[in-house]
């Protein structure tokens, strides 16, 4: 199963990467309008295909119903399968960037230069000294820096892996390496981070949203109980609704099972699941 999710996902790569640059585009309506979404995309399609199955077993007393529809299944699944797509993005981009570059942020305005000074009790000029992990930087850029710009330092790994002729060694330590190399070096850092900061922030607001709510307080009680009962809880029921009419299907069919290396005769009865009619069964 890892190994075919790993297949989808590397080829929908540049197909993930253009939705990633897309996301800053995308308009987000308000909390309620949010929630409501969620919900009618996740919670009533899988109310719906209950409701079929339901009809199916005690009314039209066949399993045909349901499977006309089954494809209503498939959109809450498909929600679900591009939110792990992203979320694995995020991740793979951070853990390929984290052994090869440090970052940094950097104050865009006197506001933020003095925000940043009295934090660091610093003058604010030396910015590279603090610098951070990739996954630091993607959490301080979320909550305590948004709006500053940043940078990247690579690692000696990756000079020495790609420059090695253009690095000066001298008494122990490298010497001021060329502008030009160092921004080469942090092609992968310039192209992927943004898009970390990118899904960073979409799925920390869609998790907050739907999880946690973030709505204005005349809609908190409304849509609280949604958020909290008909997605989460509702659908525990709505899976044990389905557990307990596979159960009835298998109880009632019993009846009508038969091995024939065992003689199971005196045992059973050998009728139709659905209208508890006796029916012979010729064996041969």
């Not at 951070?94 to 940043?116: D, G, M, R, S």
Request: net charge negative; with cysteine.
């Amino acid at each position: 199963m890892h190994a075919l999710d790993y297949v989808i996902r590397d080829s929908l790569f540049n197909i993930t990467k253009a939705i990633i640059r897309l996301l800053p585009y995308i308009t987000f309506p308000e909390y309620y309008q949010i929630i409501l979404l969620h919900f009618f995309l996740t919670f009533i399609p899988r109310l719906l295909l209950l409701i079929l199955f339901i009809l199916d077993l005690f009314y039209f007393k066949k399993l045909e119903l349901m499977y006309m529809y089954i494809w209503l299944g498939f959109i809450p699944l498909a929600i679900t399968y591009v939110k792990y797509i992203l979320t694995q993005t995020l991740e793979d981009y951070t853990l390929y960037l984290e052994p090869l570059y440090e970052a940094y942020v950097i104050p865009i305005n006197e506001e933020q230069k003095k925000e940043w000074a009295d934090m660091h009790h610093n003058d604010g000029t030396d910015y590279r000294s603090y610098a951070i992990s990739i996954r630091d930087l993607r959490s301080d850029m979320l909550c305590t820096y948004e709006g500053y710009k940043y940078g990247g330092i690579p690692n000696l790994s990756v000079l020495e892996k790609d420059y090695p002729d253009e690095l000066l060694y001298v008494d122990g330590h490298y010497d001021e390496i060329p502008g030009d190399i160092k921004e080469v070096a942090k092609g992968d850092f310039n192209e992927l981070m943004p898009l970390i900061l990118i899904l960073d922030a979409f799925l920390t607001d869609y998790d907050i949203t739907i999880k946690m709510g973030n709505g204005p307080t005349h809609y908190e009680i409304r849509f609280n109980i949604i958020r909290r009962y008909l997605l989460k809880d509702w659908n525990i029921g709505i899976y044990s609704v389905y557990l307990i009419c596979w159960i009835y299907i298998l109880v009632i069919s019993l009846s009508t099972f038969t091995m024939p290396d065992l003689d199971l005769s005196n045992f059973q009865d050998n009728m139709d699941p659905f209208t508890n009619l006796i029916i012979d069964i010729d064996y041969y």
